[in-house]
Every structure is written in C-alpha cells, then in structure tokens.
C-alpha cells in the first residue's frame, strides 16, 4: 500500500508528462461509466490540447472553458494502461482514452497497467506514448474549470518549482510572514507543489529549523531552499520516487541502488539516528501533518 500523503508535484507533473505524451492533440473520450462524473459530455470526443501541472493541481485542456481540473488528494489514483480498456470496476470516478482502446474488444487481464507510482518498481513500464487509457479514482477534485476559475487557480497558487518560476514571490511571501517556515513550506500560495516530504527534506537539507519564523529566515537561504528544490523534484519525477539523500550520507548502501530506508533524512525516520549526526530524529505535528526534523543539524538559532 502507498505511503498515505497527498501526491508532491513531482508526481503531479510526472502524471501530466504521460499523459500529454499520451493524449494531447488526440480526440479523447471521456465517460464517468460509474455516474460518478457527471460533465463527460462536456469533455467527450473533443481534442485535448494540452496537460497543465500546477502545485498539486493538474488541468486538461479541451479548449475555451473546458479545462477538466483534477486534485488527487490523498486518496486519488490513476491507472493506465496500453491495451484494451478493461471492465469497470471499483469506485471510478472518470475514464480517457482515445479510440485505440474503444475499438479493441475487452479481453479480461489483457490489458497491461501501470498505477500508483509510489509502488511502481519500474516494471511493467509502459512508455507514455503507448498509454491508450486512464482510470482516475478517489481524487479529491474532478470537475471542469471553465478559464476563469482555472486562471483564479493559477492566482492563488504561489510559485512552482518544477514550472520554471524563480524564488522571487517565493521569498518575498516568506518573508512577510511570522508563521513557521515548516508550515509556511506545505502552504500552496507560497510554494506550490511541495508537501510533507519536500517540506522535511529542504529544511534537513538547509539545516534550517523548522520553527524559525518565515521573517527572520534570511532571503539567501530561501533562495537556496528554492534552488535545491528544482533539482531535487525534477529528480522525483524521473526516479518515480523521492530521494534526498547524499550518497556520502547512506550508512548502509552509499553506492548503488538506493534503499527505501536510505532515501530521506529525517521524514518518517523519528526516533532513528540522524545520518549526518547521530542524533534521533524528532516527529511533531504542524500544519496538521507530521514534521520530522534532526534537533541537532536543524538548531533554531543556528544561521547559515
Ligand atoms: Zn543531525
């Protein structure tokens, strides 16, 4: 079963890539075969012109106010798959595909699927470019923007790091704010697309406390926490997995694949020994999810 967080922007703009890739300039059908998505007519048949990811938030474009928004939140899933469209089953709120999948007759377990991407080892990979259908379930969000509301989306949002912005609005809302920087990281108006394990990872990784307030962390360190995020999530969407850790940092395995217990510094590793000091990692609640942080590396007066 997967880790229970909300999906990172890694995923989300890993999800939009494929599915681009997959269907963008194509005819698409959409159908809610449960009831469960009322608008398909909406969307049906129409060409999909483009995949948009922002923060968390994916947007397909079926032309003017016709933008399909999807939030997974926790529970939200997609499958894909390269062959025919399998038999409906489960809660599923929506389905694409293009007429490859529609005109092929339904062979039981013909089809080959790729899901959840957390619990994707890499086989049974389907290039993006084969995918001919997708089954989205449990999402938080699925409903048809028109461009008004998605343009009210993009407003409310702050920067992304994995859509090119800079640190700019980044730093400048940090810095206006007496809230943690922790809380101030899971807040998607300051930075969008990053959640609880980016929030715990950059912070270990700046050696920043997390209770520092967001005014009185000084801008070069947020404009570093913003130039580490970029690669450090564009790695997350090619590796299909999040890995923070610096070779040199792996007691057990520092050359070669990396081991799941090996990937991140402090989150979900509380009350095990920090890599870098030996000291154990702490766990608290903020921003109503758990915060992991090494009280020794991540001191709250210490300064860059
Ligand atoms: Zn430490």
Sequence with gaps: MAVCEVPEGNEIHRW???HGAAFAGKVVRVDGPQGRFVDSDVLDGRKLLKVMAVGKHLGYDFGKDRILHVHLGLQGDFKEGSGPLPAVKGALRLRMCNDAAVKRPIVPGESKKHSWYSDDDGTGHIAPAQVVWVELRGPMDC????????????????????????????????RKSKKAIAALLMDQTVAAGVGNIYRAELLFRARLSPFVEGKD????????????????MKAGMVDRRIVTTLPKDRPINPKGKVLKEEAHYVYRRHGQECFVCGTKVMKQEMAAR??????????????L
């Design 217 to 232: 962390v000084p801008e070069a360190v947020l404009k570093a926490v913003w130039k580490d995020a970029i690669p450090l």
């Design 16 to 18: 939009a890539e494929r």
């Design 290 to 303: 758990n915060l992991y942080w090494c009280p020794n590396c991540q001191k709250a007066k210490q300064r």
């Design 143 to 174: 409903t048809v923007y028109t461009q008004a509301k998605w343009d009210a989306l993009l407003e409310r949002l702050g920067p992304d790091p994995l859509n090119g912005d800079g640190p700019e609005r980044f730093v400048e809302k940090v």
